[in-house]
C-alpha cells in the first residue's frame, strides 16, 4: 500500500475533510473554499483537489439521501447546465492554469459580496436579470470547482440573497455539486492524477466523509435560519480571504 506518509499533511487534511463535509450538512458550500488551499500547504494544489474528489463524492451520496426532499428545482435547471458549461472550460485547463490567479478573483469576489450584504445594500433583479446571474454564476462555479473545489463561493453570492428555507438553501448546494463533482471524474480521470498514491491516500481519509456530513446536518436542524446565514455568511467571507491571501502569496514567490 502506497499513499502520503508526512505526518503534517494528516493535521491539515484531516479537519480540512471534516470542514468540507460539515458544509455540505449544513454550513453551506462556502466552507469547502478553505479546504483545498489548507491541504495545499502540505502537498501541491492539483493533487490536493485529486485526493479531495473521491471524498467528496461520497459526501454527495450521503447529501443525496439526506436532502432528495428538499432543494429548489427551478433554480437547479438554471444554476446546473450552467455549471456544466463551467466544468468544461475548467477541464481544457485543468493542470495548466495558474491556480493563484483563480484564487485571488473568487478571494476578492466572495469579500466584495460579503461586505455588499453587510454594509446592508438590497439587491433587487428583475426575473430575467436574475435568470441571467444564475447562468454567470453557475457557470464561475463550475469553472472554480474543477480547478480547486471551491465553487461554493460564487454560487453563495446567487443563492444566499434568495433567503430561501436553511433546509433548502442547502439541499440545493447539496443537489448542485453531487451533480457537478460527479461530472468532475470525468476529466480527473483522463488527466491521469488517480495514481495508487492520491487513491490510498482518498480511502484513508474516506471514513470522515459521513462524519463532517452529520456533524453540519445536526447543526442545520438545531441552529435558527438567521443564526445559520450569519455564519454562512462568516464561512463565505473568512473563505475569500483565505483564497485572496493565498493567491497573492502564491502569485508574489
Known sequence: M???????????????????????GGLGGATGAISVPMMALAI????????????????DLHTIKLFRNSFDWPILKIILPAAVVGIG???LLLGSLDAAYIKLLLGIIAISFCLH?????EMQYSAKKDRLNGYFWGLVAGFTS???????????????????????????????FAVMNFIKLVPYGLLGEFNTVNLW???VLMPLAPIGVS???????NAQQEMLYRVIYVFLFGSGVKLAYDGLLNLVV
Open 146 to 176: 474543477t480547478h480547486i473545489h471551491a465553487g461554493g463561493p460564487p454560487i453563495s453570492i446567487y443563492l444566499l440573497p434568495k433567503k430561501l428555507d436553511k433546509v433548502i438553501l442547502v439541499g440545493t448546494l447539496a443537489m448542485f
Open 117 to 121: 450584504y453587510w454594509l446592508s445594500f
Open 44 to 59: 501541491d494544489p492539483l493533487q490536493a483537489a485529486v485526493i479531495l474528489l473521491p471524498i467528496i463524492c461520497v459526501m
Open 2 to 24: 502506497s499513499l502520503i506518509a508526512d505526518p503534517f499533511f494528516y493535521l491539515l487534511a484531516i479537519p480540512a475533510v471534516l470542514i468540507y463535509g460539515m458544509g455540505k
Open 201 to 203: 491516500t482518498s480511502l
Open 89 to 91: 472550460f475548467g477541464s
Open 215 to 221: 456533524m453540519g446536518y445536526w447543526l442545520l436542524h
